[in-house]
DNA sequence: GTTCGTGGTCACTTGTGGTTACCCAGAAAC
DNA sequence: GTTTCTGGGTAACCACAAGTGACCACGAAC
């Protein structure tokens, strides 16, 4: 993570700057923050559908990983309070913002999928000799 | 991870690819490998330099992330048969392709740092009433 | 009054990230 | 010639995180 210098920021603002985004980086960087993200997309969505878009999620990961995402400021949470109960997940702008980045990554892959795929297989192999 | 149609293949082609694309992004999607390939860069790094550079990894974690990434033809690994042993990392085409999204998850996190600091520090606070 | 449906929590088991200690092989110090 | 240091890897171990399953609240439907 490197922190761009940034005219008129102090030194401790830079470093706070620095250790909180590794936090974040940390926080979100892992595949099922990603998928969720990239799940919700840009539409509301609900608890139950997430679990069952979201193949082999747990349903506590998904719970754990909605709350830490809302608190990051990077999803909304509505309840309606009916029985039984209701509860929606959008993206907010933040949100889009990193999923503009993990769409990015579902296209590297799908690129770079061969090249992987046989780099894999080359690794696999054991050396004969 | 959405799966775009392309023409001409064939579903099992598709399947096949949305299943290795899931793996993949497991792997990736971890801290330690976003942070691996953002903190090779352009250059090449030795193992001992990784190390230090890369706050609060772990003599194995490091290793058992390059070997991944080395598997996933990420990166290349050369090794200097001398004693000490040398051995030199760096990024492949594919590598740096992944570079490219990590670098936007990083200006992405500098752009939100704000907007997510104060999210956690409503999300954090006790609600009284 | 039993069952179903939704989102969540809690207790328990399993898996994996992380720490530690040790290994290798030779060069250089002594 | 014995010791030590070196850089990278690995096997044993431990702690915590992920995953599993039961249970809960609440009312409607039957």
Redesign the interface.
């Known amino acids: 993570?490197?922190?761009?210098q940034l005219n008129g920021s102090d030194d401790a603002d830079l470093l706070r700057?620095d250790s909180?985004?590794?936090e974040?980086?940390?926080d979100?960087?892992?595949?099922w923050a990603?998928?969720i993200i990239?799940t919700i997309g840009d539409r509301t969505r609900r608890f139950t559908e997430l679990r069952d878009d979201i193949?082999g999620i747990s349903h506590k990961m998904l719970t754990q990983n909605l709350r830490m995402l809302?608190?990051?400021?990077?999803l909304e949470r509505t309840v309606h309070p009916t029985v039984p109960p209701r509860v929606d997940y959008s993206l907010t702008?933040?949100g889009h913002?990193?999923r503009?980045?993990v769409d990015?990554?579902?296209d590297?892959?799908?690129?770079?999928?061969g090249?992987?795929?046989?780099?894999?297989r080359r690794?696999?192999t054991p050396v004969n000799g």
Chains 1, 2 share one sequence.
């Open positions: 993570m490197v922190t761009k700057a909180l985004a590794r974040i980086f940390s979100v960087a892992n595949k990603l998928l990239e193949e809302e608190r990051n400021g990077l702008e933040a913002g990193l503009a980045t990015g990554m579902c590297w892959t799908q690129r770079f999928l090249h992987i795929e046989d780099s894999r690794f696999d």
